[in-house]
């Protein structure tokens, strides 16, 4: 470990900072979300910043891009002290914050977007010809051949990545704040957006890269920044960049700590899908069992069909066909409400869009799913049993936050998970669908969710869940089910999984026999 100080080695170590934190902290009621941090960033230099959900990791970026304004300490910009009031004052020190939500108009093209709030003019009007220009050049530099003219509404969500890296070019940005950027990519266009980042960076560009996976801060930075609880807690140079290392600072233990699978006893059956067909793929049908306590997860490649399965299994969209039991008596689902009197719940992979109603409150997001079973002859709610509920859900599942009063847009992504849980453990389901239930969370949530599938599991719910973290899938996993292009190409055991096995399923290759 090295203070920012010390570092060596990486692009821009001769030259001063590009940017500095000095020992800043900020306060909000009841949070400390920073405390005394400090990072700093030189040309060139991709910094990586990690840490735990709700580690200071978000306020600390917009603090730097003039979105925050710190309680205590500073930030230097070339060795001087300045005051932020705002996003515009950022970008004239040359500071470019891309969210993880990207903020681009859909009812405009790509040059109405980046130019949007600073369009140039000539003789009092907007210059299309020069925004047309400038876009281009700007385009050309993280390698989108597109037209300037291009409505990004029809843009895959890659290709808006790289304009928002566009626009922040064109402000002439020294500083690049990427939070999350390959969350919701394709691995293709993860591997275009790395070489976009280390062309910036021959460049002379400073970068710095939030990210809660681990090999990708391996594969790109120079230098590791970790806080953990609002607080500097450490960082790694070079090669000292390790996963283990970095898991170490992240939360103060071992990574061997994340998986502890312990077999346990498998009841009978709960879930049984026969003849499943998929609006998404109607040329195959689906057919799988799941047991009272087995976790069950279903791997396999983006596109592979998985989520579409779950989908219908909730009456998102309706099979086409095919039957589903639950503990031997046939269901109709042809919608959730059906889905939820059958026993189901699905935790969705977009936490945010369909999980949780991110303006109100832990307790009342807690309760939906309970409100007509509690309530006073069915009509008025019981504020009591609500609170009663919410509290013991959020005790159950270690939900950081100072109140269940809290609004869960406040909350880190791995608290917002908790809540989207916590909603449906509420409604006691037989069958716990997950969608990607560890997306976008730190190595401490993570260890969290998989305790809470693993209690589940203990109590005899059957849990089924996506991912597309191929570790996660092997070590949390009682079974694994393997889908390519909408198939269920395989299936393995506990003693059957290996990575060898499950990608040659999910590539529809031949696999190798087991051990």
């Known amino acids: 470990m090295t203070s920012p100080d010390d570092a060596a080695g990486a692009p821009g170590d ?31 230099e991709i910094l990586a910043i990690i840490g735990e959900n ?48 990207l903020n681009l108009a859909d009812n405009l093209d790509i040059a109405g977007n980046i130019y949007l709030g600073r369009e140039p003019t000539r003789l009092g009007m907007i210059d299309r010809r020069a925004m047309i220009r400038g876009t281009r050049a700007a385009l050309a530099q993280v390698g989108l051949d597109l037209p300037a003219t291009t409505p990004v509404a029809g843009l895959s969500t890659g290709r808006q990545q790289m304009v928002e890296i566009a626009k922040a070019i064109s402000t002439d940005a020294r500083v690049i704040i990427m ?13 275009r957006l790395y070489e976009v980042v280390e062309r910036l960076s021959a460049k002379g560009v400073g970068i710095i890269f939030i990210s809660h996976r681990l090999a990708e801060v391996k594969r790109l930075a120079h230098r590791v920044t970790v806080l953990r609880d609002g607080k500097n807690a450490g960082e790694l140079e070079h ?32 879930l049984q899908v026969d003849g499943l067909v998929t609006q998404a793929f109607p040329e195959h049908r689906l057919g799988f069992e799941v047991g009272a306590g087995e976790i069950v997860g279903v791997a396999g490649l983006v596109g592979a069909g998985r989520t579409e399965m779950l989908a219908a299994l909730f009456g998102i969209d309706p099979p086409l066909a095919g039957r589903v039991s639950v503990r031997g008596e046939p269901v109709v689902i042809n ?75 406040n909350l880190s992504g791995g608290n917002q998970q908790k809540v989207v849980i916590a909603k449906w453990l509420a409604a006691e389901p037989r069958v716990l669908l997950m969608d990607e239930p560890t997306r976008g969370v730190d190595i401490g949530a993570k260890a969290e969710i998989y ?32 889908m390519h292009e909408g198939e269920i190409t395989g299936e393995l055991a506990r003693n059957q999984l290996s990575a060898e096995a499950v990608m040659a399923m999910a590539t529809n290759t031949h696999a190798p026999s087991p051990a």
Do not use: W
């Not at 909000?28 to 920073?34: D, E, Q, R, S």
């Open 451 to 482: 305790r809470i599938m693993e209690e589940l599991a203990q109590q005899g719910v059957a849990v089924l869940f996506v991912s597309s973290d191929l570790e996660e899938v092997l070590g949390v996993s009682d079974r694994v089910l393997v």
């Open 239 to 270: 090669d000292a960049i390790d996963h283990d290392a970095m898991v170490r600072l992240m939360v103060g233990r071992e990574a061997s700590t994340l998986y502890q699978y312990e077999p346990r006893p498998l009841g009978e059956t709960v």
């Open 335 to 409: 919608n959730p409400r059906q889905a939820i009197r059958a026993g189901l719940a699905l935790v969705p992979e977009d936490r945010k869009l369909q999980g949780v109603i991110l303006d109100m409150s832990i307790r009342e997001n807690t309760s939906m799913t309970k409100l007509s079973d509690d309530a006073y002859a069915g009509l008025v709610i019981n504020a009591g049993e609500e609170k009663r509920l919410a509290q013991d859900m959020n005790d159950r599942l270690a939900t950081k936050t100072p109140t269940i009063e809290q609004q869960v847009q």
């Open 179 to 191: 939070d999350e950027p390959t969350a919701s990519l394709s691995d293709q266009e993860t591997q």
């Open 14 to 44: 001769a030259a001063a900072p590009l940017i500095e934190a000095r020992e800043v902290s900020k306060a909000y009621p009841g949070v400390i979300a920073l405390e005394r941090v400090s990072i700093s960033l030189r040309p060139g």
């Open 54 to 101: 709700g580690a200071g990791k978000s306020t600390l970026m917009k603090s730097l891009a003039g979105i925050v304004m710190p309680d205590a300490g500073e930030v230097r910009v070339d060795g001087e002290p300045v005051h932020l009031t705002g996003v515009q004052d950022a970008m004239k020190h040359g500071i470019a914050l891309i969210h993880q939500e």
